[in-house]
């Protein structure tokens, strides 16, 4: 089932159809408005949320020609694992709760970690690597969207020596 969510009509960087008449990726700017505009509106999603013990939850929420976007519910002690988005641009807006990010940094910085705080929004590019994690001791509910729409993701494990390769996923294992 997909629900009536679109682009917000102020988002910079929105589709635009290319010579080839399919839609070209939205720009992480542009899913940052798709995403924080969702999260503020509540009353469009809460009533669907679920809470799962075993992974998080999760429901597509829209899928569209240049993007979809995601609903995430995420228990104490949930996390994605490293992982890219296969291409895709992206963007999370964390609505309910607060998270934490794992990404590396060069080779002088390491690994990362950023605390998402409620209502924080996170934006990046194709071939981004993170963890993403629930570390708080209650509940929270995230936002995302991609453009183009996900066609597969790679895991990595963190290892002494870097990112090591896992898995490889398709959508559908989504």
């Known amino acids: 089932m997909s629900l009536d969510f679109a682009v917000p009509a102020a ?20 899913l940052r408005a798709v995403v924080r505009d969702l999260a503020g509106q509540p009353d469009r999603w809460i009533h669907r949320v679920r809470l799962a013990t075993g992974d998080r939850w999760y429901e597509r929420l829209v899928s569209a020609e240049d993007h979809e976007v995601w609903l995430i519910s995420w228990l104490p002690g949930q996390s994605t694992g490293f992982h890219d988005h296969g291409g895709s641009r992206g963007a999370f807006a964390v609505a309910l709760g607060e998270l934490e990010e794992l990404s590396l940094g060069g ?7 950023q605390r998402v705080a409620p209502g924080a929004v996170r934006a ?5 690597l993170h963890d ?24 990595y494990e963190l290892r ?9 996923e398709g959508p559908e294992q989504w």
Do not use: C, K, Q, W
């Open 11 to 30: 988002a910079p960087d929105t589709a635009v159809p290319d010579s080839g008449g399919t839609a070209r990726p939205l720009s992480p700017n542009a």
């Open 107 to 113: 080779p002088e910085d390491g690994l990362l970690v």
């Open 124 to 128: 990046f590019g194709a071939g981004y």
């Open 132 to 155: 993403v994690r629930n570390t708080s001791a209650g509940p929270a509910v995230t936002i995302h969207a991609y453009s183009p729409p996900l066609s597969g993701m790679t895991r």
């Open 160 to 168: 002494a020596g870097g990112l090591v390769r896992t898995a490889e």
